[in-house]
């Protein structure tokens, strides 16, 4: 986010508008990815040389997993619609099964900044999600008071408690440090439910 990006939070963040600029965050997404990888198997390789207890594993997951929630959603917009769909419950009344955040927006004419990052192939589609998700949803936006930055902190916190949470059942279940390193620390758990804020941590 420190490279030039149209605003899509509040602050520090652009998308890229030309091909050369696609072209940069594309190799420098990569390369961060590749490192991440090679880092993830370096240490699940080494793991007992480099940790002498589980406590230690669990300082590391809990260290990496809050700077994985710090970064902005990057490559997925989808925490917006699942704000949008609980503010749509939580302030307006509606079922969001039965009305759209676009339905909502275009029959009150007003701008809602909940709503207005939504992708716009989600805007005009009811939520596609079991109720269970949909009411965790609306008591997370209910708890922002209407604010999309502190909905958005606020559903990070729940994916980053709940990712702790699995590894505590992950050690619990297998008894075995490999398979708490294994899901812990994989990059793409982390970029997908911490840093995007994707509900499939709740399925997990």
């Known amino acids: 986010s420190i490279y030039r990006f149209t605003w899509v939070w509040t602050y520090l963040f652009r998308f890229p508008t030309t091909s050369s600029e696609r ?15 090679l880092a993830y198997i370096l240490i699940a390789k080494k793991h007992k040389q480099i940790f002498k207890s589980k406590k230690q594993i669990f300082i590391l997951i809990a260290i990496v997993s809050v700077l994985f929630a710090v970064i902005i959603p990057y490559t997925s917009t989808d925490v917006y619609s699942y704000i949008a769909n609980g ?56 708890l922002s008071f209407g604010n999309i930055d502190v909905a958005l902190i606020i559903f990070k916190l729940a994916n980053l408690i709940v990712h702790l949470i699995n590894c505590v059942l992950v050690y619990k279940i297998t008894r075995k440090k490999i398979f708490l390193i294994l899901y812990g620390l994989n990059p793409f758990i982390l970029f997908e439910a911490l840093s995007n804020v994707h509900n499939d941590i709740f399925i997990i």
């Open 87 to 142: 503010w749509s419950a939580a302030h307006y009344g509606e079922n969001p099964y039965y009305v759209s955040t676009g339905e909502i927006v275009d029959g009150t004419g007003q701008n809602e900044p909940m709503f207005n990052k939504v992708a716009n192939c989600w805007r005009y589609e009811t939520v596609v999600y079991g109720p269970l998700w949909t009411a965790i949803c609306t008591i997370l936006s209910w």
């Open 23 to 37: 072209m940069v965050n594309a190799i420098m997404f990569f390369a961060l990815i590749t490192i991440l990888f």
